[in-house]
């Protein structure tokens, strides 16, 4: 059974910092990539920032610059450090993890359960 346990959601003033990190846990798998993505009220679930095993990243344009991704293989951990945040950065953000059976060796995707990110101008 695969989980993923996010925190550091809150509320942060126009222009502040938050942390996101995202902890896989279970067994019998290897983390192939894990990402962030975000929903606002009323918009699609959108790409955040992705990291693969190997250190490769992708940022949505919004972000760049702003977001960093980072991950701990060891820990099968993945963090999104936010900086300068607007209010349009407001959203639920949910942590990503595609991850490989060993025994199978088949892809499969998870997600957390969301986390708030609350931006007031």
């Known amino acids: 059974q695969v989980q993923l346990v996010e925190s550091g959601g809150g509320l942060v003033q126009a222009g502040g910092s938050l942390r996101l990190s995202c902890a896989v846990s279970?067994?019998?798998?290897?983390?192939?990539?894990m990402g962030w993505y975000r929903q606002a009220p009323g918009k699609q679930r959108e790409l955040v920032a992705a990291?693969?095993?190997?250190?490769?990243?992708n940022y949505a344009d919004s972000v760049k610059g702003r977001f960093t991704i980072s991950s701990d293989n060891a820990k099968n951990t993945v963090y999104l450090q936010m900086n300068s945040l607007k209010p349009e950065d407001t959203a639920v953000y949910y942590c990503?993890?595609?991850?490989?059976?060993?025994?199978?060796?088949?892809?499969?995707?998870?997600w957390g359960q969301g986390t708030q990110v609350t931006v007031s101008s």
């Open positions: 990503n993890a595609q991850v490989i059976t060993t025994c199978a060796q088949t892809l499969f995707d998870y």
């Open positions: 990291i693969t095993s190997g250190g490769s990243t």
């Open positions: 279970g067994s019998g798998f290897s983390v192939d990539a």
